[in-house]
Nanobody, 111 residues
């Protein structure tokens, strides 16, 4: 089993920044961030593959950066130039034989 603990969500004005953090209870093959806006399907935001490559949704390229600290089994998501359409619950996902999901952290971008 893998437990994931997310933190860093909150309310921010358009153009602002937030940093999300996700800590896994053990080493995993890959980690990433997904989000789900009201009335929409959950979608990939950014992730690391098992080989260390990164994937980003087109909508966040150039604004969001994913990074990790393997020693701490942690993945971070730096979100800059936030837009109202980035409002969603952000979920951390880890893969180790199967997918494990965090409980999510709410990001609200609003003036």
């Amino acid at each position: 089993q893998v437990q994931l603990v997310e933190s860093g969500g909150g309310l921010v004005q358009p153009g602002g920044s937030l940093r999300l953090s996700c800590a896994a209870s053990r080493s995993v093959f890959s980690m990433g961030w997904y989000r789900q806006a009201p009335g929409k399907q959950r979608e990939l935001v950014a992730s690391f593959t098992s080989s260390g490559m990164t994937n980003y949704a087109d909508s966040v390229k150039g604004r969001f950066t994913i990074s990790r600290d393997n020693a701490k089994n942690t993945v971070l998501l730096q979100m800059n130039s936030l837009k109202p359409e980035d409002t969603a619950v952000y979920y951390c996902k880890a893969y180790l034989v199967k997918d494990f999901w965090g409980k999510g952290t709410l990001v609200t971008v609003s003036s």
